[in-house]
């Protein structure tokens, strides 16, 4: 028995021996790599995207660095890091990496930047690469779209609130009549720790109150307010209650987010409650009240949905403080992808936030309503509100508080060029743009007229603006909408042109109004131009209706060149004695002077002359027979500048 026991101990310790030596070596860097996917699968994104990144340079082998270089740009991606997401991404690309779904992933982050040719040429590969999945060529129309809608973009005008924003995350605004409600991670947050999914604090829910010079300085609620996550608010009418969205629980620990309900009594917020509809299976959160108070609205990821995250609704009775069951919205409005972030206005329109329909990239906004039970189509809101980035948490400002020119709604975006991460922006109506643009030549040689100045005034005299044109003659300005409007052209030695009529009024879109100036040289003084048009009867000298025309425009040529002084001259044929022709002339010539006076020019910016006949133009003097043709071009009205430096007497 002794000997049986020694020959098993003998052999235990022989393949104990022989099992150590084949076991393989475990690498030096496993329980950072280990650490890592720790973080990753416990969705601390942020911390998992460092701790990988240790781990990277250590590993030798190449098909595990590329899963640790694809790890690193999914926790980023995840983490809402976009930037260094696409800079990792492009080296798990660079890689060749052998999942061609990277290729779809790396196209969604450059629709992020919205940088859509390029995004269209790796959602391309992917669907070589992947012919069966419908998903790339969605992806390849959401760009084509993208560029549209970001070419023609919608008449809204987006500013950053920077008086509200910081350089941490700032977003889903809720709109009361004292402020701005919103949720931050910003330094003055609750508590110390940092939320390892984002790599910013815990956030927490703040007000900035409206001001008479815009909004004041924004302050936490402290009694609602933990050192764990808060945040997305809805408020009553009265704003006596709020509901809200709390994950992670008092004391940190909790794994699902619920929607909590305080109410303001006494000057303080108290104890917040959960509502009987939250879970401790799945999270439920975004909380939305339709204006009656009927029906609540949130975002969950309860089972039977269409995805990760749908909107739901519960019908609730506040009389009996009942609350119904969960009802989905249905695949017009939820995706295999997340919905989030619901807000009904007053007219019971539905908008929340989704990555999952056609869109610029990131969560876009959308839009859809209650149907006799059935919801309407989501409709994506659409450049300038959204955009490549992630754009989400809208809330409107009520329709009996808006002003005009002042922002009637405010979102979240993280845009480029913005403050922080997420930031809040408005929306304001923008403006209709009359764009005037027009080009000023010379008559003579059709030669643009550098340097020229266009003018415009308004019907009572108000000038508009003044500006010059460029080299090549060209100008542009914009145009009051809703207006009358006169434009003008005037250039040193040329005669200003005539006032040009160009009215704004009943224009519903951005326009471009085109004009076109020509200016003639101001004759030399010892010049006569003769007035083609101006014909009087057989020895008559009243001004005919088509004589009249013509003065017309002779005086609107004199009121827009007021230092002008002009020589009225009549001539006749010679057939009438010379004398009777002297008197016929003269009192034609004072007939087109007493004409302009009545239409508002100087008299004595006027001086009538009449020729007769000597100054005929052809050789049809006394007894030379002639045509009618021949005579009528000897009777005719000149004008000669005598001056070109009157001034007006006051």
């Not at 003018?455 to 500006?467: D, E, F, H, P, S």
């Not at 004009?515 to 057989?538: H, Q, S, W």
Request: proline share 5%; aromatic share 12%; charged share 25%.
């Amino acid at each position: 028995m002794r000997k049986l026991l020694l020959i098993f101990i003998f052999f235990s310790f022989f393949n104990l021996q022989k099992a150590n030596a084949q076991q393989p070596t475990v690498p030096t860097y496993q329980l950072e790599f280990d650490k890592a996917d720790l973080a990753y699968r416990s969705k601390k994104y942020n911390t998992a995207a460092l701790l990988y990144q240790k781990v990277y340079p250590k590993v030798k082998q190449e098909e595990e660095k590329q899963k640790i270089l694809y790890k690193i740009a999914d926790s980023y991606r995840y983490s809402n890091n976009f930037k260094q997401a696409l800079k990792w991404y492009e080296e798990v690309v660079n890689s060749k990496y052998p999942d061609p779904f990277i290729l779809y992933s790396y196209g969604q982050l450059l629709k992020n930047f919205e940088r859509y040719e390029e995004a269209n040429r790796a959602f391309y590969d992917y669907s070589f690469e992947v012919p069966d999945d419908p998903k790339g060529k969605i992806a390849m129309q959401s760009c084509m779209l993208s560029t549209e809608w970001k070419a023609n973009p919608l008449k809204f005008k987006i500013d950053n609130v920077k008086s509200i924003n910081t350089d941490q995350s700032d977003y889903a605004p809720f709109v009361g009549s004292k402020g701005i409600y919103f949720t931050s991670t910003r330094k003055e947050s609750q508590g110390s720790e940092i939320f390892e999914w984002t790599g910013q604090k815990y956030c927490d829910i703040f007000l900035s109150n409206f001001s008479a010079t815009g909004m004041a300085k924004p302050e936490p609620i402290k009694s609602i307010n933990t050192n764990f996550n808060e945040g997305v608010t809805w408020l009553d009418s009265s704003e006596s209650m709020v509901l809200f969205t709390q994950c992670n629980g008092k004391d940190g620990a909790g794994l699902f987010c619920k929607v909590l309900v305080s109410y303001y009594q006494n000057g303080v917020w108290v104890e917040p409650k959960p509502l009987p509809i939250n879970s401790d299976s799945f999270s439920i959160g975004h909380p939305a009240f339709s204006a009656d108070g009927k029906r609540l609205y949130f975002s969950s990821d309860m089972p039977s949905g269409y995805g990760n995250k749908d909107i739901w609704y519960v019908e609730y009775n506040p009389v009996k403080d009942a609350w119904g069951s969960p009802i989905n919205l249905g695949s017009n409005v939820n995706t295999s992808e997340d919905e989030l972030f619901p807000y009904v206005d007053e007219a019971g329109v539905i908008f929340y936030s989704s990555k999952g329909f056609l869109g610029m990239g990131g969560l876009d906004i959308f839009k859809t309503s209650d149907s006799a039970g059935v919801f309407k189509t989501a409709q994506n809101l659409q450049s300038p509100i959204n955009s490549g980035a992630d754009d989400f948490g809208i809330s409107y400002v009520k329709q009996s508080k808006r002003e005009t020119g002042k922002p009637f709604a405010y979102f979240t975006s993280n845009r480029e060029g913005g403050i922080g991460d997420d930031d809040i922006y408005s929306i304001s109506e923008k403006p209709i743009i009359v764009l005037v643009k027009g080009i000023v030549t010379e008559r003579e040689s059709g030669n643009p007229l550098g340097g020229a100045l266009v003018q415009a005034v308004t019907l009572n005299g108000q000038n508009l603006w003044k500006i010059k044109t460029n080299e090549k003659g060209l100008f542009s300005a914009e145009l009051p909408l809703n207006e009358v409007n006169t434009l003008s052209a005037s250039l040193d030695k040329y005669l200003s042109s005539s006032p040009r009529i160009c009215e704004t009024k009943e224009i519903t879109k951005d326009t471009i109004i085109e004009v076109a100036f020509v200016l003639d040289f101001i004759p030399p003084t010892d010049v006569e131009l003769t007035m083609e048009g101006i014909l009087y009867d057989l020895d008559k000298w009243n001004i005919r209706e088509d004589a009249g025309k013509v003065l017309d425009s002779m005086a609107l040529i004199l009121k827009a060149n007021p230092s002008l002084v002009v020589e009225l001259a009549s001539h006749t044929d010679s057939r009438a004695p010379a004398p009777y022709n002297l008197e016929l002339s003269n009192k034609r010539a004072k007939s087109c002077v007493d004409y302009l006076i009545a239409k508002g020019i100087a008299k004595d910016r006027l001086i009538p002359v009449g020729y007769g006949e000597t100054k005929l133009l052809n050789d049809c003097s006394d007894d030379v027979d002639c045509s009618e043709e021949e005579h009528q071009q000897n009777r005719r009205t000149t004008v000669k500048v005598i001056r070109t430096d009157y001034k007006q007497r006051r």
